[in-house]
């Protein structure tokens, strides 16, 4: 017989899962190096003719985009490891680097790429969460 208290965790898959972290993390830290205009960012940006890339009415959509698909994977990730903690967190570093890339420099920079580095940061505790935990079904 079935427990009906007893939690199921089935298990999901791995590649789509990794490959939409991967792709939310990199796309909001691309964009933040983009929207922040590092001197370096923006001259290779300029160098390789993608200088239309720096237009904020088509890297904010973008941004948001990757921070959608960024919480929608750690929600799933946090169905099979069963930690709240890279969800929290992944939503308070998504906040700060939305509330960064909206505020004027210098305060809006230093949010920005705090949040930047804490997504990255975010996505790589939850893959290796997520990893470990599979390892072990």
Request: charged share 10%; aromatic share 6%; proline share 7%.
């Amino acid at each position: 017989m079935d427990n009906p208290d007893r939690v199921t965790r089935r298990p999901l898959p791995m590649a789509p899962t990794n490959a939409a972290r991967v792709l939310g993390g990199v796309g909001a830290f691309a964009c933040v190096l983009c929207c922040v205009s590092i001197p370096s960012v923006v001259a290779a940006i300029g160098a390789l003719g993608l200088g239309f890339l720096r237009n904020d009415r088509l890297l904010l959509p973008v941004e948001l985009v990757s921070l959608v698909v960024l919480i929608a994977t750690l929600v799933r990730s946090r169905a099979q490891h069963g930690r709240n903690a890279p969800l929290v967190l992944g939503l308070a570093a998504a906040g700060c680097l939305w509330f960064g890339l909206q505020s004027r420099p210098p305060f809006g920079t230093i949010a920005a790429l705090s949040g930047a580095v804490a997504v990255v940061l975010v996505v790589y505790w939850d893959w290796t969460l997520h990893r470990r935990c599979a390892a072990t079904v």
